[in-house]
């Protein structure tokens, strides 16, 4: 690329620094300084290096560029004006309700691969994007553009590590070193070596430079994909640059520009302003597109009544079987793959399989990189980290990540590990996050369907799988739709309905035997969706049986089962008692722990007599 106008993209640069401050300014908040440090490098990077199809952002060999300081959302708004995909007029609706040019970018604008703006997120991202390139055989390349503040957050540095340890050399992270964060300058202000030291340390390829620099920008660039280590390119940058009164000045973050001041502003950078419009993008090249096409439907199972299998393991096999029907599948684990049962998964398909060790953030960021390439990704570690990474999950409900969230070893019911490994909140925090699904099957048979709906489902989705061993009860052509639930058992005069998941559904079976021999009937629902709950059939059984329900789960009292029904069905007059585990669980053995907190059939039967 020779015939690049330094001084052209030097202009477009400072058509993106106006476009911020006027969108702020109009907007009446928002970050112009976080802009316009950062406006050079990204001019470089979408004027003079990226190849692209500017008229077709999702294109699937289009270079990727993630703004992982999400803050600085106007610039990247500024830049698919100056492309051409929608007038610059448009700017100026910044923020405003019912425009998709939010605040912070989200996926509901086509050049926007997942949502950003928690900091510290988008290098995991990136990470997934640049494996998922290696997967396709695809050529492109993944930007990822990251605050000098951002990078005190760990995930950042769990990311690094997983990049330098697969050689992602087709991944360019560029840190804009702005010395400024939020509401004081950064620990390490301007003394970029170390920085440097820290992604040295991890693996990386580090080039330091002036990131006003265009012919330093544009040199370290058109060397990027050497060797093969990841790249960083750690741009020392001014808050505020190319504005002489907001440049390197303390107490500019996220503060818009009055009228008089972006007037001021526009008088020093018009006169050095070019457009975008006119700069030919290079093309992206033409390889072979990857085949994420969904397959009309998966082998079958063959499972017989009786047969013992824990959830966990039904979950590796079932992956295994889907995976090799779905070529959208890919799976990655944090060094659990051995009790989650994803190493089945890994051993017949190793070339699909991500193994990102102990660090569940970048899991769950790699895994939304995946999705946004359009795989279907199936995540899998112990429930109970999961919780680490509650905010990349979050984040990924807004970006409508296509991702699966399998958690093993739920409950007290794991036994003798204790509290530290058991998931008892993951039911709660997995509900409120926006747009998930979050399932629980109870034996292998479930397992195996849910996850066939888990890969055709568009959306976040989280299986909650145990560790014990349980009886399949489901024939092999039942059907488990999202949003379902199963009456297992029910007859003519039930006194209640009791309401389990999981492995208390066994000890409700139990139950319902016990009751039934004292001439009590109990009816029992497998409610293996917990959300969305399968509301009819309980709100239907809960009819027959005095609009009366007793909650059985292994999940803290708090936000979980109980709470589902209890919240969806109150409408309806449905009475709920609730059993769950309530208080500091320990070690002990399963049968033990379910006694203790009440959680077993003697509790169920207990809780059915007490009931008038
Ligand atoms: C996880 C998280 N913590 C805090 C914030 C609030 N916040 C937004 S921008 C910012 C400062 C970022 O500084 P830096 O990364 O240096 O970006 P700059 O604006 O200087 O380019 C902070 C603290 C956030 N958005 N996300
Ligand atoms: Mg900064």
Redesign the pocket.
């Known amino acids: 690329m020779n015939d690049i106008d330094i001084e052209k993209i030097q202009g477009i640069a400072n058509q993106l620094r106006i476009h911020s401050i006027a969108a702020t300014t109009a907007a009446g908040s928002g970050?112009p300084?976080?802009c316009c440090?950062?406006a050079d490098v990204t001019a470089a990077l979408f004027f003079g290096h990226m190849k692209f199809d500017p008229k077709n952002p999702h294109y699937y060999n289009n270079d990727r560029f993630i703004l992982s300081?999400?803050?600085?959302a106007p610039l990247l708004y500024a830049v698919w004006a100056e492309l051409g995909l929608f007038p610059a007029t448009e700017l100026l609706k910044l923020r405003q309700f019912g425009n998709d040019l939010e605040g912070?970018p989200t996926p509901r604008l086509p050049f926007v691969d997942v949502a950003t703006?928690?900091?510290?997120q988008g290098l995991s991202v990136g990470v997934g994007i640049a494996l998922s390139a290696r997967l396709d055989k695809l050529d492109f390349k993944t930007y990822v553009l990251?605050?000098?503040?951002?990078?005190a957050?760990g995930a950042v540095w769990e990311a690094a590590s997983l990049a330098g340890i697969y050689k992602l050399n087709n991944l360019v992270a560029i840190v804009?070193v702005?010395r400024?964060?939020?509401?004081q300058a950064?620990a390490f202000g301007h003394h970029i070596e170390v920085y440097q030291k820290r992604f040295e340390a991890f693996g990386w390829r580090t080039e330091v430079i002036d990131g006003h620099d265009m012919d330093e920008i544009l040199e370290v660039l058109a060397a990027d994909g050497l060797g093969d280590q990841p790249l960083v390119i750690l741009a020392k940058t001014f808050?505020g640059a190319g504005v002489s009164f907001t440049q390197d000045k303390d107490a500019w973050?996220?503060k818009p520009m009055n009228k008089e001041e972006a007037a001021a502003a526009y008088a020093e950078l018009e006169p050095k302003a070019k457009t975008g419009l006119d700069v030919p993008i290079p093309a992206p090249t033409p390889l072979p597109a990857p085949d994420n096409t969904a397959p009309a439907g998966y082998p079958p199972i063959s499972y017989k009544l009786g047969d013992a299998i824990a959830t966990r393991e039904a979950y590796g096999v079932a992956l295994t079987r889907i995976g090799g029907a779905d070529p959208r599948i890919v799976a990655m684990d944090g060094d659990t793959k051995n009790s989650t049962y994803a190493e089945k998964f890994y051993k017949k398909f190793p070339e699909r399989f991500t193994e990102c060790f102990i660090a569940e953030q970048n899991l769950v960021g790699v895994a939304t990189g995946f999705g946004a390439r359009g795989k279907v990704p199936f995540v899998s570690t112990f429930a109970t980290f999961f919780t680490r990474a509650c905010?990349q999950i979050r984040v990924a409900g807004i970006s409508q990540a296509n991702i699966k969230l399998v958690g093993s070893h739920v409950g007290v019911s794991i036994g003798e590990d204790g509290p530290s490994q058991m998931a008892l909140e993951d039911i709660a925090m997995m509900r409120a996050i926006v747009g998930s699904t979050v399932l629980y099957p109870s034996d292998a048979v479930s397992t195996e369907k849910l996850l066939e709906q888990m890969a055709q489902h568009k959306g976040l989705c989280f299986l909650r799988t145990s560790r014990p061993k349980t009886p399949v009860i489901y024939g092999n052509d039942e059907q488990f739709p999202i949003g379902g639930a199963k009456v297992v058992r029910q007859n003519a005069g039930d006194k209640v309905t009791v309401v389990a998941a999981g492995v208390t559904l066994f000890e409700a079976l139990k139950a319902a035997d016990t009751l039934k021999a004292e001439g009590i009937g109990i009816t029992v629902i497998d409610a293996y969706s917990i959300k969305p709950l399968g509301k009819d059939v309980i709100k239907a059984a809960a009819k027959t049986t005095g609009n009366t329900v007793i909650t059985v789960e292994d999940h803290y009292l708090e936000g979980g089962l109980g709470d589902a029904v209890a919240g969806e069905l109150s409408v309806d007059g449905v009475k709920v008692h609730k059993l769950a585990v309530n208080g500091l669980p320990r070690s002990g053995k399963a049968e033990e722990l379910l006694a203790h907190f009440g959680i077993d059939a003697a509790a169920i039967v207990k809780k059915v007599k007490s009931l008038g």
Do not use: F, V
């Open positions: 970050h300084t976080s440090s950062a300081k999400g803050h600085a912070h703006g928690s900091l510290g990251l605050g000098d503040g951002e990078i957050e804009d702005n400024l964060g939020q509401s950064t808050k973050h996220g905010d």
